[in-house]
């Protein structure tokens, strides 16, 4: 079965620092991809990063970079230089590819992140 | 660029009432995908259309369904109203291509909040 599992449903980090936030994922289809996506009390989902399953690197924009560990089946992403607009919920989403699959995602149930000034 | 666009933001309905929402995607986007956010199941998807036809659906009773229209605006509904159905709507929309390329990341609009008393 497809899953995708975020065990830390709250964090705090300190203004400044960096943080992670942990993201496994189960899937036999060789074939996906890897979406984090930033939920603020406002409710729009906005895009963070994408990482595909046959990417060679990990995926970095801006001060968010993804630590994808394939054999492990993890996709952590890491927020440096944490900001007051950074507290927000935090999901991580998974795409199994094929042609009648590019409008579904499947979410996990969330990180509520927290920075402290 | 004009971002997705979803009315109503907010509605309250009762029981046995019938509800539709409405998502404008972004210009030149294909694939409109609706997710249902409630706090006890998380986000879970709805269905996806492209070029007016339904491609993918979730696991859902067909009391909710949706369209599709020839400018790609879509469409959900939910009819005989149950006190459950209060959750998030949200919709995304992607480029959707046929055959996947590249990320295809999904854009979601800010959502309607249906709450059914």
């Known amino acids: 079965a497809q899953k995708i599992t975020q065990t830390q449903p709250g964090m705090f980090v300190q203004e400044k620092e960096a943080v992670t936030l942990d993201c496994t994922y189960d899937?036999?289809?060789?074939?996906?991809?890897l979406f984090w996506y930033k939920q603020p009390s406002s409710g729009e989902m906005i895009f963070l990063i994408y990482?595909?399953?046959?990417?060679?690197q990990n995926a970095t924009e801006g001060r968010y970079s993804l630590n994808f560990q394939k054999a492990r089946k993890s996709a952590n992403l890491v927020i440096s230089a944490s900001q007051l607009g950074d507290s927000a919920m935090y999901f991580c989403?998974?795409?199994?590819?094929?042609?009648?699959?590019?409008?579904?995602?499947?979410f996990g149930q969330g990180t509520t992140l927290q920075v402290k000034p | 660029k004009a971002g997705v666009t979803q009315t109503p933001r907010y509605l309250i309905k009762t029981r046995g009432q019938q509800v539709t929402l409405s998502c404008s995607p972004i210009?030149?986007?294909?694939?409109v995908s609706w997710y249902q956010q409630t706090p006890g199941q998380g986000l879970q998807f709805l269905f996806e259309?492209?070029?007016?036809?339904?491609?993918n659906k979730g696991n859902f009773p067909g009391r909710f369904s949706g369209r599709q229209f020839s400018n790609s605006r879509s469409e959900m509904n939910v009819s005989t109203l149950e006190l459950g159905d209060s959750a998030l709507y949200l919709c995304?929309?992607?480029?959707?291509?046929?055959?996947?390329?590249?990320?295809?990341?999904?854009?979601f609009g800010a959502g309607s909040r249906l709450t059914v008393l």
């Open positions: 995304a929309s992607s480029p959707g291509t046929i055959f996947y390329t590249g990320a295809n990341v999904l854009t």
């Open positions: 899937t036999s289809d060789p074939s996906y991809g």
């Open positions: 990482q595909g399953s046959y990417d060679q």
């Open positions: 989403a998974m795409r199994v590819h094929g042609s009648s699959n590019t409008g579904k995602l499947i």
């Open positions: 210009s030149g986007h294909r694939s």
């Open positions: 259309y492209f070029s007016e036809t339904q491609r």
